[in-house]
Nanobody, 125 residues
Framework: QVQLEESGGGLVQPGGSLTLSCAASGGTLSSYTIGWFRQRPGKEREFVAAWHRSNSRTYYADSMKGRVTMSRENAKNSAFLAMSNLKPEDTAIYYC??????????????????WGQGTQVTVSS
């Protein structure tokens, strides 16, 4: 059973940048579909980005397009989420998850069966 661990969160000023990491153990990350989600205070978990293993394409939430880039590094068995031009409303706990779901489902959190513990991102001056 693969296990995931996010890191890289922290406090950043509005307009700043941050790169989150998702390290996998107990399995090969690239054999799964990988997703990034976030949970803002008082809100449900929402989709940010995902890479689907069937076509090796990356998909982004409309609200985050142009400000986030998802990447993977197989040698490190890790995935990354680079975020820029951060806004206070990006404050959230960010999670990575893995799935074996079909492409049409990857923007829904129920498609993912393993999650990391999350990493807090706070955007504030």
């Amino acid at each position: 059973q693969v296990q995931l661990e996010e890191s890289g969160g922290g406090l950043v000023q509005p307009g700043g940048s941050l790169t989150l990491s998702c390290a996998a153990s107990g399995g090969t990350l690239s054999s799964y579909t990988i997703g990034w989600f976030r949970q803002r205070p008082g809100k449900e978990r929402e989709f940010v980005a995902a890479w689907h293993r069937s076509n090796s394409r990356t998909y982004y939430a409309d609200s985050m397009k142009g400000r986030v880039t998802m990447s993977r590094e197989n040698a490190k068995n890790s995935a990354f989420l680079a975020m820029s031009n951060l806004k206070p409303e990006d404050t959230a706990i960010y999670y990575c998850g893995v799935s074996r779901s079909v492409l049409s489902a990857i923007m829904g959190e129920r498609a993912y069966n393993t999650w990391g513990q999350g990493t807090q991102v706070t955007v504030s001056s």
